[in-house]
């Protein structure tokens, strides 16, 4: 069992800069990637940034050469560094955490963490 505990949101002017992190506890040898999600009201989840085990990452278009993600190799902690801030950016930002049983993909979810940009 893994669980997710995401902290730093919070409100922040158009082009400032934020950092959120990301806690993972329980079964954390297990997970092959974790990655950052976010929802904004009326709209779907959209992924912004995973990262793996050997450190590749993959970036939502929206948000190449402004966010960056990291982790330890452990995969216990994960940062997203959000410079150049935008209000398109708003949105509720959930961790998550990926690993294989057998042939099956498996998740695990924080609860969220809200990000404002004022205009």
């Known amino acids: 069992q893994v669980q997710l505990v995401e902290s730093g949101g919070g409100l922040v002017q158009t082009g400032g800069s934020l950092r959120l992190s990301c806690a993972a506890s329980?079964?954390?040898?297990?997970?092959?990637?974790m990655s950052w999600y976010r929802q904004a009201p009326g709209k779907q989840r959209e992924l912004v940034a995973t990262i793996a085990r050997d450190d590749r990452t993959v970036y939502g278009d929206s948000v190449k050469g402004r966010f960056t993600i990291s982790g330890n190799n452990a995969m216990s902690t994960m940062y997203l560094q959000m410079n150049s801030l935008k209000p398109e950016d708003t949105a509720v930002y959930y961790c998550?955490?990926?690993?294989?049983?057998?042939?099956?993909?498996?998740?695990?979810w924080g609860r969220g963490t809200q990000v404002t940009v004022s205009s």
């Open positions: 329980g079964s954390t040898f297990s997970i092959n990637a």
């Open positions: 998550a955490a990926h690993w294989e049983m057998g042939s099956e993909l498996h998740d695990a």
